[in-house]
Nanobody, 126 residues
Framework: EVQLVESGGGLVQEGGSLRLSCATS????????IGWFRQTPGKEREGVSCISSGDGRTYYADSVKGRFTISSDRSEKMVYLQMNSLKPDDTAVYYCAAEFPAVVSMCEYAPSFSSWGQGTQVTVSS
């Protein structure tokens, strides 16, 4: 059974930084695309960033390029999202998700992913 557990959300001022962590289990880490999505009330869930740890490929939404960095630790089966220069528009519930196979372009379409964590709130104050 695929399990994903997020941590690291919180309240931060505009311009600040946060690092989200996703602990994974129950699947072959290198064979899956693993990523971060976010959602605000009344809006669709959007892909923020995804990674394929087997070949190192990554995907970033245009809105976060240059500010967010995704990384993975294959030995610990962890995925991280370093978020810098945070803006109020980044405020959302952030979810970790995983899907087979490891095709990071799936990040563009949240329904492509079938396994989800419980989410962690990120709030950026102005």
């Amino acid at each position: 059974e695929v399990q994903l557990v997020e941590s690291g959300g919180g309240l931060v001022q505009e311009g600040g930084s946060l690092r989200l962590s996703c602990a994974t289990s129950g699947f072959i880490f290198e064979d899956y695309a693993i990523g971060w999505f976010r959602q605000t009330p009344g809006k669709e869930r959007e892909g923020v960033s995804c990674i394929s740890s087997g070949d190192g490929r990554t995907y970033y939404a245009d809105s976060v390029k240059g500010r967010f960095t995704i990384s993975s630790d294959r030995s610990e089966k962890m995925v991280y999202l370093q978020m810098n220069s945070l803006k109020p528009d980044d405020t959302a519930v952030y979810y970790c998700a995983a899907e087979f196979p490891a095709v990071v372009s799936m990040c563009e379409y949240a329904p492509s992913f079938s396994s989800w964590g419980q989410g962690t709130q990120v709030t950026v104050s102005s």
